[in-house]
């Protein structure tokens, strides 16, 4: 088209034989469109409807994992610390060194109560053989002194049944010397049988002390146990594989028995959905998921229901609601699902617990 001329007006509608314009029924050009249109979303309708109808998806979820707490079992100041954040460790490794000195010196002295212990002991059991020679020396005197003192009621029998038979035979003397004979021995034995009873309660008496230094040496082996353990724990380790999160401690720092010093989040992962109580009623372990993580919105990760927790979110409040007082308003409340992921990403990190993600579950 030159400089200055006007456009050509569109070309009206042709007439038909009889004149008039065609309707726009009859425009192949515009109601094929329209017909494809109306198919496009009616077909778009039915896979909609079947989608909604098959599956049961909610934006209400996120990566969970229980992660450790890694604290000390003993009290002490902190020497050195060998891991930084998001450093990965082993289950084993050493994470914090705490000063052992104390501990050790107190290991020590339970090594020497151990060991004085043991010579109670040992002195106990020495005894319960001295006891034991003691009363049988004491048992062999009270036999002695038994056959004396028969020997010398015989005498006295015998005086007395000759002085009965003829009083010139036996003088007064000697049946004197007789009696007093016969009465000594007699007193040696009860003083010789007591003698071995206080033998035999001194034996029961060494066998007490015997158990009684066992017990005193099995209490000081449990003390060097515990000392011993207390050294093992000023090296802090990890009971499990992951990566190191949330580090407050640093060398220098004095620690008590249960402060947090790190956290351990390990590479198994799983996902939290937390489903409206509506949406459960065909919900069942074992249904397959699919997840899609919106850090990375190409990344779709398969999975399975797992377990539905036996409770809402809210009942396990800090402040459970109690709907019986005040004015109620009913709420759909929602429903923790754990949905366990079949295979992790080719780099594990890519998940962190925390994320935000989209489970859609097939319910049919």
């Given at each position: ?219 000081a082996e449990a003390q060097v146990r515990q000392a011993e353990l207390n050294v093992s724990y000023t090296r802090v380790t990890t009971a499990l594989s992951g990566r190191v999160a949330r580090r407050t401690v640093a ?68 402040l459970p609601p109690q709907n019986a007082t005040g004015n109620w308003v009913k709420v759909v409340q929602r429903v923790p699902v754990k949905i366990v992921l079949d295979a992790l990403p080719d780099d594990p990190r ?15």
């Amino acid at each position: 088209m030159a400089d200055g001329e006007r456009p050509e007006p569109p070309t009206p509608p042709r007439p038909d034989a009889t004149g008039r314009r065609r309707p726009w029924h009859r425009r192949p050009l515009l109601v094929g469109p329209l017909v494809l249109l109306v198919i496009a979303a009616a077909v778009a309708g039915v896979l909609y409807w079947r989608h909604s109808r098959l599956t049961e998806s909610t934006d209400d979820a996120f990566v969970d994992v229980p992660f450790a707490r890694v604290s000390p079992q003993v009290a002490g100041r902190v020497l050195r610390v060998f891991v930084d954040d998001n450093q990965d460790v082993r289950v084993g490794d050493v994470l914090v060194e705490l000063d052992p000195a104390d501990y050790r010196i107190r290991l020590e002295q339970a090594v020497a109560s151990r060991q004085e212990a043991r010579g109670r002991l040992e002195q106990a059991i020495a005894q319960v053989s001295v006891a034991e020679a003691q009363s049988a020396q004491a048992s062999a005197t009270a036999d002695v002194a038994a056959a004396s003192a028969e020997r010398a009621s015989l005498d006295l029998r015998r005086y007395q049944d000759l002085r009965s038979v003829n009083p010139g035979a036996v003088s007064q003397q000697q049946l004197d010397e007789a009696s007093t004979t016969a009465h000594g021995t007699a007193a040696q034995v009860t003083a010789s049988r007591k003698a071995a009873a206080a033998a035999e309660v001194q034996i029961a008496l060494a066998r007490t002390q015997v158990e009684a230094g066992r017990a005193a040496l099995s209490a000081a082996e449990a003390q060097v146990r515990q000392a011993e353990l207390n050294v093992s724990y000023t090296r802090v380790t990890t009971a499990l594989s992951g990566r190191v999160a949330r580090r407050t401690v640093a060398a220098g720092n004095f620690v008590q028995p249960g402060s947090e010093l790190l956290a351990v989040v390990p590479r198994e992962v799983f996902v939290t959905a937390n489903f409206k109580e509506t949406q459960l009623a065909l919900m069942r372990p074992g249904q397959p998921a699919e997840v899609q993580v919106d850090a990375y919105p190409d990344l779709r990760l398969r999975g399975r229901v797992d377990s539905v927790q036996p409770g809402s979110g809210q009942a396990f409040s800090v402040l459970p609601p109690q709907n019986a007082t005040g004015n109620w308003v009913k709420v759909v409340q929602r429903v923790p699902v754990k949905i366990v992921l079949d295979a992790l990403p080719d780099d594990p990190r890519r998940l962190a617990p925390g994320m935000s993600v989209e489970v859609t579950v097939r319910v049919r």
